[in-house]
Every structure is written in C-alpha cells, then in structure tokens.
C-alpha cells in the first residue's frame, strides 16, 4: 500500500493530537470530513497506522529519572535474559543491538534509588556480564512515546 501527500497530512495532524475530530483535520487540510474518515480507515486496515496511542506525563505520575542500560550478555543466556526484562513495566523499550552493547534498555524510575534497586535486583542475572548507565540529565527534543 503506497502513501500519499494527503495521507501524510493527515499522520502528521493525528500525530499531534491522535484525538483530534476528522472535521477538524479536513478544516485543516483542506478536504471533507469524510475523506479523512475515509483514509483513516484505510490506513488502520493496511498497517500503516497501527495504532493510537496514550501520552502519560511520567513527571505527574512522580516518575521524573529516566536512563538507557546497555548490556553485554552471553550470547547463550540472551533469549532468557530477554524473557525475563521484558515483564518488567519499569522498562519502556527493549532493543537487539550490535556494538559494545547487546540489548539496549530504555527505563524511567521515581528516583535514583528506585534505579539502584532495579540495577542489584533485575540485572544480577546469569549471562548479564556488563552494563552501561547513562542517567538523562535533560531533552533537547523529548520522546514522542513516554514525554520524557
């Protein structure tokens, strides 16, 4: 399924507001209502928009430290490694990666002591032979997914 220019308007005005009334996206480009229904529907069905999803504010939830965890692993230990970090809800992104590093860990915590307790306890398992922490001290450009 191709994309047209038409179509990325209406991804970029859903992408600032995914609640935002289809009339109030046609105003905006210029076309029906309907056309955007229309597309809208067409896009969900082919893939092209997945899904619409929930922004929290993790500041007003009390959960302001947010850190990237780099781990080295034995190569044997990587899938239940993997099975075991991806049940934690303090983990927001989990990648494969190549280079020093092979998962790639994106969390958010309340504190600094909260993100000790998770480094002792959920990362002293077997296979798990480095990390990496890198604590964000602040955005230049936040994260469309998590606002942090």
């Known amino acids: 399924m191709s994309i047209d220019r038409l179509d990325l308007k209406i991804i970029r005005s859903l992408s600032g507001n995914a609640r935002k009334p289809f009339k109030t996206i046609a105003k905006e480009i210029d076309v029906s209502d ?44 990587l899938k239940p490694i993997v099975e075991h970090l991806k049940g934690n809800p303090d983990i927001q992104v989990l990648y494969r990666t190549t280079g020093n590093v092979n998962l790639f860990l ?14 002792e306890t959920e990362l002293s398992v077997e296979g798990i032979i480095g990390t990496e922490v890198s604590v964000v001290i602040g955005p230049y450009k936040r994260c469309p997914c998590t606002g942090l």
């Open 34 to 77: 309907a056309t955007v229904r229309k597309r809208v529907k067409r896009m969900l069905e082919d893939g092209v928009i997945k899904q619409f999803n929930l922004l929290l504010d993790y500041h007003k939830l009390g959960r302001i430290i947010k850190a990237f965890i780099g781990l080295q692993i034995n190569p044997q230990r």
């Open 106 to 119: 994106e969390v958010i915590f309340r504190d600094m002591e909260e993100l000790n307790d998770f480094l």
